[in-house]
C-alpha cells in the first residue's frame, strides 16, 4: 500500500481532517478503533489524534505502539485542538 490515514477521533474533528487527506491521496480514511494493525507495508502513513486533558488518547498510543518500523516508510503526524496549549 502506498498510503494509508489512520486516526483516533473522539468528537469527530480529527476524522474530518483524515477524511480530506484520504480525499486527496485517494484512499479510506480508517479510524483505528475499526480495524486490526496495518498487515501489509505502507510507504505514508498519516496518523492523527487530539490532546485530551493534555494527553494523547490511550486507543492511538496504542496503536502507536504497535507500529512496527519495518512495515512503514514514513509517519506524518497531524492533528486537531482549541487549546492554547
Ligand atoms: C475532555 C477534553 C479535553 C481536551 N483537552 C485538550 C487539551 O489538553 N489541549 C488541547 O489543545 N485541546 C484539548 N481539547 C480539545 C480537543 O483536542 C479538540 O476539540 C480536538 O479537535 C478533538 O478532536 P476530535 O474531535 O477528533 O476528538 C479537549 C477537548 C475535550 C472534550
Known sequence: ME??????????NTK???EAIAEETGVKAVSVTDEPDLTEYVGILF??????ANIMAPQLREYA???????IGRVILFTTSNWSR
Open 3 to 12: 498510503t494509508a490515514v489512520r486516526y483516533y477521533s473522539k468528537l469527530g
Open 16 to 18: 474530518k481532517i483524515a
Open 47 to 52: 496518523l492523527g489524534g487530539a490532546p485530551y
Open 65 to 71: 505502539e504497535r507500529l512496527s518500523s519495518d512495515k
